[in-house]
């Protein structure tokens, strides 16, 4: 994906940002969970965007935990601030293999 591609998804995903239309998901203190990927899939598989924002108490690195959330679920990461990352991901696309099992996810990624 260009950087144009991306500045215009983050663009869009602003606007819903805006409007208050743009799914949240908070990743609490266990960190990113096979349950908490499951739900970020849902979410992707039925809205394009998705805002994920890290909590205090995770212990997670910002930027690798970025490359790991847009591997694991497919997504492009379009945009990250701080500790809250927007992932886009277009809709259509068959559920990602790699979250049939529990073994994706570890705390401390």
């Not at 969970?33 to 690195?61: P, Q, S, Y």
Request: proline share 3%.
């Amino acid at each position: 994906m260009t950087s144009k591609e991306r500045a215009v998804l983050r663009a869009q995903s602003e606007s819903l940002a805006k409007a208050k239309t743009l799914q949240r998901l908070i990743v609490g203190a266990q960190g990113i969970t096979f349950n908490v990927l499951m739900a970020a899939m849902d979410v992707l598989m039925k809205h394009e965007f998705l805002r994920i924002k890290l909590g205090e108490g995770c212990g997670l690195e910002r930027k690798q935990t970025a490359v790991m959330l847009g591997q694991l679920l497919d997504a492009a990461v379009v945009g990250q601030v701080g500790f809250t990352i927007t992932l886009y991901r277009r809709k259509g696309l068959p559920r990602p293999d790699n979250l049939t099992k529990p073994q994706a996810a570890a705390k401390g990624a």
